[in-house]
C-alpha cells in the first residue's frame, strides 16, 4: 500500500528566500506525482505532474523533481512572495489513475 | 461558471437528518471522484466515477451513497452520519486518459 510522508508539515520563510519542501512515498511503482496547493478552505490547484519516465517539470518559479528509485520528490520555490502562502500537497499516481496524498506542508511567506 | 462547483459550501446537520452534497462540473470531463479531507489526515479517497459507472468504493461506510446520473453531475447522499464524518468534503473531476484531476472548492461539514 502506497504510503506518501511530506516534511516538513509547516514551514515559514522570508520573503524572496528560495525553499525546498519534500515529499517521500514507499511505492515506487507509480505512475506519476503530482504536486497541488490548497488555500485555507479551498479545493487543490494542480501545480505540476511529473511522469514516471520524468525527472523534472518547471513552471514559473516553481520545479519539481522525481527521484524514483529514492522514492523522493521535492518542490522548488524560487524567490517566494506572501501570495505563496498556502498549503503544498504531494500526491502518487497509481493505477486507474488514483491519487494517494500526503498530509501536506503549510507554508507561510512573511513579508 | 465555469470548472467544478459544489454545493453547499457549508453544512450542519444532526445524526438524524439526511442531506446530499452536489457537485458539477463544466470541463467536459467523464470521470468524477469524491474525497474526504479531514483535519491531520491525508485526503482520502471515497468513491471514483467513470463514465457513469462506480469503479471504486474505497470501503466507505454505507451511510454516504454516491450517485452520478450523468457524466456532469455528481451526488453525495448522506443519512445518519456521526461527529467523526465532520470533514471538507471535494469533488474532482478528469477526462479519460489524462492523469490531472481539477477540484472544486468542497463542502465543509459539520455533524452535531
Known amino acids: 500500500k502506497q504510503e506518501v510522508t511530506q516534511i516538513p508539515a509547516a514551514l515559514s520563510v522570508p520573503e524572496g528566500e528560495n525553499l525546498v519542501l519534500n515529499c517521500s512515498f514507499t511505492?515506487?511503482?507509480?505512475?506519476?506525482l503530482q504536486w497541488f496547493r490548497q488555500d485555507p478552505g479551498k479545493g487543490l490547484t494542480s501545480l505540476l505532474l511529473?511522469?514516471?519516465?520524468?525527472r523534472e517539470q518547471t513552471s514559473g518559479r516553481l520545479n519539481a523533481s522525481l527521484d524514483k528509485s529514492s522514492g523522493r520528490s521535492t518542490l522548488y520555490i524560487a524567490a517566494s512572495q506572501p501570495g505563496d502562502s498556502a498549503t503544498y500537497l504531494c500526491?502518487?499516481?497509481?493505477?486507474?489513475?488514483?491519487?494517494?496524498f500526503g498530509k501536506g506542508t503549510l507554508l507561510t511567506v512573511n513579508p | 461558471e465555469t470548472g467544478v462547483t459544489q454545493t453547499p459550501r457549508h453544512l450542519v446537520m444532526g445524526m438524524t437528518n439526511k442531506k446530499s452534497l452536489k457537485c458539477e462540473q463544466h470541463?467536459?470531463?467523464?470521470?468524477m471522484y469524491w474525497y474526504k479531507q479531514s483535519a491531520k489526515k491525508p485526503l482520502e479517497l471515497m468513491f471514483v466515477?467513470?463514465?457513469?459507472?462506480?469503479?471504486e468504493n474505497n470501503s466507505v461506510p454505507s451511510r454516504f451513497s454516491p450517485e452520478c446520473p450523468n457524466s456532469s453531475h455528481l451526488f453525495l447522499h448522506l443519512h445518519t452520519l456521526q461527529p467523526e464524518d465532520s470533514a471538507l468534503y471535494l469533488c474532482?473531476?478528469?477526462?479519460?486518459?489524462?492523469?490531472?484531476?481539477?477540484f472544486g472548492p468542497g463542502t465543509r461539514l459539520t455533524v452535531l
Open positions: 511505492d515506487s511503482a507509480i505512475y506519476n
Open positions: 466515477y467513470s463514465l457513469e459507472e462506480r469503479v
Open positions: 470541463l467536459g470531463h467523464n470521470a
Open positions: 511529473i511522469q514516471s519516465s520524468q
Open positions: 474532482a473531476s478528469r477526462l479519460a486518459g489524462t492523469d490531472t484531476q481539477y
Open positions: 500526491a502518487g499516481g497509481g493505477s486507474n489513475y488514483k491519487l494517494t
